[in-house]
Each structure stands twice: as C-alpha cells, then as structure tokens.
C-alpha cells in the first residue's frame, strides 16, 4: 500500500516558471524524502526533512513539511527543461524497520 | 562507474523461466533493497537485507526470492516467471549509519514476462 499520494499526478508548466507538488500521508513518520526520477532511470535522492522540521531548501528546490496535516509540498523555482523528470515522495513511517514507502510521482513536464 | 550496477538493463523471458537480476554496489553500504516500479503505482518493496545474514520480506514478496552473496552484492529471482511481473526493477543501498534512511539507486532492469 502506498504511504504518500502525489498531487498532481502531471503537471506541464514554462521554462521560468515555479512548479509545486504536493505529497500526503497517512501515518506518523520520522522523516520524508523527495526523489526525481528521469524517464525510465533509477531514482535520485533530492532532500530529506525531519518531522520535527518545517522548512529546508537545496539550490531551487524548497520543501515544507506540515505534520498536523500529514502533507508536503516541493517547490522548484525557476524551473528549466532539465526539471523534466517524475517527482516522488517517500515516508519512513507505519512499518516494521521503518522502510520507505513511495507515492506514485508527479510527472513534470518544463516546456523551452 | 555507476556506484549500484543492475544486470541485465533489460531481459524478455517466457512464462514459466526462472531469471536472476543482479545487483552489486561499492558504495560500501550495509543495506540493499529491491523494488519493482509499475506505471502509477510508484515503488514497491519486493525484499530488503540490513547485512549478509539478514534477509527480509517487503510488501510484495511472492514470486521472489533473493541472495545475499556479500555486502556488496544481492541478486533477485523469479523462480517461476509470469506476465503480471512485467515492471521496471529496482536495486538500493542506504547507509545505516547515514542521518535517514536515503537510498541510492540503480539504473534499473526492464523485465518483459512472454
């Protein structure tokens, strides 16, 4: 069963726009992660935050963390068409070994 | 060099035949991990290990099996393959003594059950 949903599933925006995504979860966790996933290539690990953090940034990538609400969000500013790729949250929580559990992705799409 | 290599980076198999996708690392990390990817439905744990002697069933373990062969290697089977396990495969590693559990992937096995 999948921890995280994504919202949306697609999104398609400008080069130089912002592009958000969100994430939602079900149970308590220790920390979540945001992965990009170029077309059919292994996953990369973008930014963790703690659930005791609200806010981290990385370069253009900024994450909030909202623990009452179970939710996050991932915001690229400035985006460009090399942000083109799938989008995934995964959570930590609500298993035995704390394992991660993936949502099914945002697909973004930056358009030149 | 890729620091978590998959093989092959793509098999068709028939019905019936028992496969090996293998994986290997150098990262030097403790934990290795499988997971299949289906369109939508995100990243599914098939089985993970923490160490050479330990081996753990995921969310989706039936039809695998899996090999600690030493820390840096771990390799999934299909004894007997079937359609439904078409998907895109997944190996990882994470450092246990790293701050979170962040994985590092490789570059996958495309895997089409005939």
């Known amino acids: 069963s999948q921890q995280g949903e994504e919202d949306p599933q697609a999104l398609s925006i400008q080069e130089g726009e912002n592009a958000t995504m969100n994430c939602s979860y079900k149970?308590?966790?220790?920390?979540l992660q945001w992965y990009r996933q170029n077309s059919g290539r292994g996953l990369v690990h973008l930014i963790l935050?703690?659930?005791?953090?609200r806010e981290k940034h990385s370069g253009r990538l900024r994450v909030t963390l909202d623990t009452s609400k179970k939710s996050s969000s991932l915001l690229i500013t400035a985006s460009r068409a090399a942000d083109t790729a799938s989008y995934f949250c995964?959570?930590?929580?609500?298993?035995?070994?704390?394992?991660?559990?993936f949502g099914g992705g945002t697909r973004l799409m930056v358009k030149p | 060099d890729a620091d978590v290599t998959q093989t092959p980076r793509n098999r068709i198999t028939k019905t019936g035949k028992r496969i090996m996708l293998e994986c290997s690392q150098t990262?030097?990390?403790?934990?290795m991990y499988w997971y299949r990817q289906d369109p939508g439905l995100g990243l599914r744990l098939i089985y993970y290990?923490?160490?050479?002697?330990?081996?753990n069933k995921g969310e989706i373990s039936d039809g695998y099996s899996v090999s600690r062969q030493a820390q840096a290697k771990f390799s999934l089977s299909l004894e007997s393959a079937i359609p439904n396990q078409t998907a895109l495969y997944f190996c990882?590693?994470?450092?246990?003594?790293?701050?979170?559990?962040?994985?590092?992937f490789g570059s996958g096995t495309q895997l089409s059950v005939l």
């Open positions: 990882a590693t994470s450092d246990s003594r790293g701050p979170g559990e962040k994985l590092f």
């Open positions: 149970t308590s966790i220790n920390n």
């Open positions: 935050i703690r659930s005791n953090e």
């Open positions: 995964a959570t930590d929580g609500n298993n035995a070994g704390n394992m991660l559990t």
């Open positions: 990262k030097g990390h403790d934990r």
């Open positions: 290990s923490f160490d050479v002697k330990d081996i």
